[in-house]
């Protein structure tokens, strides 16, 4: 299973970012979502999204982002609207789900992809 993520890059505040993310070689997916780690802190959800479409956010997020999926092609992508200096961080994408049809779920991340937001 491979995860290759895209879209970070350098924003001032106030821009606006599109991340994508694309699963390749799994068989099904459960859950599909959004981490980031800034330098010195833990990585922490940004958002998530079930079959059903059902989403979660993190508070400091909530209103500004918005996470979606295009299961055809097994794309997440996260929409980063009104973007602040505390979103800086590495995002990672990740994916829960079957690699074949008889293997039990398991877990996988993508490279991780730099967000920076500065004047």
């Known amino acids: 299973v491979q995860l290759q993520a895209s879209g970070g890059g350098s924003v001032q505040p106030g821009g606006s970012l599109r991340l994508s993310c694309a699963a390749s070689?799994?068989?099904?997916?459960?859950?599909m979502g959004w981490y980031r780690q800034a330098p010195g802190k833990q990585r922490e959800v940004v958002a998530s999204?079930?079959?059903?479409?059902?989403?979660a956010y993190a508070d400091s997020v909530k209103g500004r982002f918005t996470i979606s999926r295009d299961n055809a092609k097994n794309m997440v992508y996260l929409q980063m609207n009104t973007l602040k200096p505390e979103d800086t961080a590495v995002y990672y994408c990740n994916v829960q789900g079957k690699r074949r049809s008889y293997t039990p779920n398991n877990e996988y991340w993508g490279q991780g992809t730099q967000v920076t937001v500065s004047s």
């Open positions: 999204i079930i079959n059903g479409g059902s989403t």
């Open positions: 070689g799994i068989f099904s997916i459960n859950y």
